[in-house]
T-cell receptor, first 115, second 119 residues
Framework: AQTVTQSQPEMSVQEAETVTLSCTYD???????LFWYKQPPSRQMILVIR??????QNATENRFSVNFQKAAKSFSLKISDSQLGDAAMYFC????????????FGKGTKLSVIP | GAVVSQHPSWVICKSGTSVKIECRSL??????MFWYRQFPKQSLMLMAT?????????EQGVEKDKFLINHASLTLSTLTVTSAHPEDSSFYIC???????????????FGPGTRLTVL
């Protein structure tokens, strides 16, 4: 079974600074997808960024980028120029590419942004 | 596109009563819908997976007689918490999935959640 581990329960960052959230995963599959979801105080789950395992290039979405290290099974999220609106719970998630339906979530990292 | 709604957003009920939560995919037909439960400051815990017209598949430890799931159409799934008790108080989130374009995985879109409080 796949597992997703987020080892940082809480993180904080100064506004306009950069922060990196860590995620590691365990799988024996070669075809899979990784995600970072944001859950703000409203509790609506928002997809931040997605990475296909077969792509070597790291995904980027504006201020959000990932460092995908397939051999190390590591998938960290970097948030640049942090804004107050970035304060939220962040969940790392995995899904198999073999037609699977189920997402496997990490336990989450609570990010605080200090003005 | 890909909007999922949940109704109600917040419900308070008395112990022993039943509560129904609706999950709708508003602008797409969902191949599969999921129900999650989330306790404060914790991650999402998958309760069950449902496909239209068939019985839901429940995760280990989830009482299927307590959490009834009906997936009546490709755009509607309902979760009924029967004979609710205070320990059922939680945040319930649904998601609906569809194939993600040319990718081989099923992308999930999340509803805004329902906060259930059982007195």
């Amino acid at each position: 079974a796949q597992t997703v581990t987020q080892s940082q329960p809480e993180m904080s960052v100064q506004e306009a600074e950069t922060v990196t959230l860590s995620c590691t995963y365990d799988t024996s599959e070669s075809d899979y997808y990784l995600f970072w979801y944001k859950q703000p105080p409203s509790r609506q789950m928002i997809l931040v960024i997605r990475q296909e395992a077969y792509k070597q290039q790291n995904a980027t979405e504006n201020r959000f980028s990932v460092n995908f290290q397939k051999a190390a099974k590591s998938f960290s999220l970097k948030i640049s120029d942090s804004q107050l609106g970035d304060a939220a719970m962040y969940f790392c998630a995995y899904i198999s590419g073999a037609g699977s339906y189920q997402l496997t979530f990490g336990k989450g990292t609570k990010l605080s942004v200090i003005p | 596109g890909a909007v999922v709604s949940q109704h109600p957003s917040w419900v308070i009920c008395k112990s022993g009563t039943s509560v129904k939560i609706e999950c709708r995919s508003l602008d797409f037909q969902a191949t599969t819908m999921f129900w999650y439960r989330q306790f404060p400051k914790q991650s999402l815990m998958l309760m069950a997976t449902s496909n239209e017209g068939s019985k839901a598949t429940y995760e280990q430890g989830v009482e299927k007689d307590k959490f009834l799931i009906n997936h009546a159409s490709l755009t509607l799934s309902t979760l009924t918490v029967t004979s609710a008790h205070p320990e059922d108080s939680s945040f319930y989130i649904c998601s609906a999935s569809r194939l993600a374009g040319t990718s081989s995985y099923n992308e999930q879109f999340f509803g805004p959640g329902t906060r259930l409080t059982v007195l």
